[in-house]
């Protein structure tokens, strides 16, 4: 168990949807990431939030957003969902704002949408 | 040619094997991760190295910068090692600075 946690778990919808994940970090990191997970694309960073600020984007959607909260819970709204959206999405978490170059990332069970 | 190439993209041993997967790059890098993602989908960062070598129990993981190169080496390998071995690189040269190989998926045979 990293610390990290997610909901939900799972996670069905239609296309033109929004839903909403969720993600808590590890006690005391104040950075979360977001990762996207499909079996085309494979990993692909979304964003990263630290302390309630975004410090770092990556190939997010102009239909995905994120934002991170005071007590450092994060959410990742993903609206007009198409097919193409299901994947797994995982979230992490580390202790400062450094990033891959400097920490390592706990990462959460991740949340698996399907869109239909 | 994607930035990140693994290999091979899938190798099958059987338990005790000394087991390597390959990890090349074509940017300048800052850092490399090693993470491993369970059969259920769970994932683990395992290594993070800017140079040198790091050993973990029965892993080891070694980088070359010159040669844009990371090794991830398994000794005594046991089935509970069966996963999908992912190496990622904070690249010097984006600005998402984050790209991932497609995965080594190794099973381990009892």
């Known amino acids: 168990d990293s610390g990290v946690t997610q909901t939900p778990k799972h996670l069905i919808t239609a296309t033109g949807q929004r839903v909403t994940l969720r993600c808590s970090p590890r006690?005391?990191?104040?950075?979360v990431y977001w990762y996207q997970q499909s079996l085309d694309q494979g990993l692909q960073f979304l964003i990263q939030?630290?302390?309630?600020?975004?410090?770092a984007k990556g190939n997010i959607l102009e239909r995905f957003s994120a934002q991170q909260f005071p007590d450092l819970h994060s959410e990742l709204n993903l609206s007009s969902l198409e097919l193409g959206d299901s994947a797994l999405y995982f979230c992490?978490?580390?202790?400062?704002?450094?990033?891959?170059?400097?920490?390592?990332?706990?990462f959460g069970p991740g949340t698996r949408l399907l869109v239909l | 040619k994607n930035e990140v190439e693994q290999s091979p993209q899938n190798l099958t041993a059987q338990e005790g094997e000394f087991i390597t997967i390959n990890c090349s790059y074509s940017?300048?890098?800052?850092?490399l991760h090693w993470l491993q993602q369970h059969p259920g989908g769970g994932i683990v960062s395992l290594f993070m190295?800017?140079?040198g070598k790091k050993k973990h129990g029965r892993l080891i993981a070694t980088i070359n910068i010159q040669e844009k190169h990371s090794s991830l080496h398994i000794t005594a390998s046991h089935p509970r090692d069966s996963a999908v071995y992912i190496c990622?690189?904070?690249?010097?040269?984006?600005?998402?600075?984050?790209?991932f190989g497609k995965g080594t998926h190794l099973i381990i045979q009892p």
């Open positions: 940017v300048g890098i800052s850092a």
């Open positions: 190295l800017s140079s």
């Open positions: 939030y630290y302390n309630g600020e975004e410090r």
């Open positions: 006690s005391g990191d104040l950075s």
């Open positions: 992490a978490s580390s202790v400062g704002g450094g990033g891959w170059q400097q920490e390592t990332q706990y």
């Open positions: 990622a690189v904070r690249s010097d040269e984006r600005a998402d600075g984050l790209t």
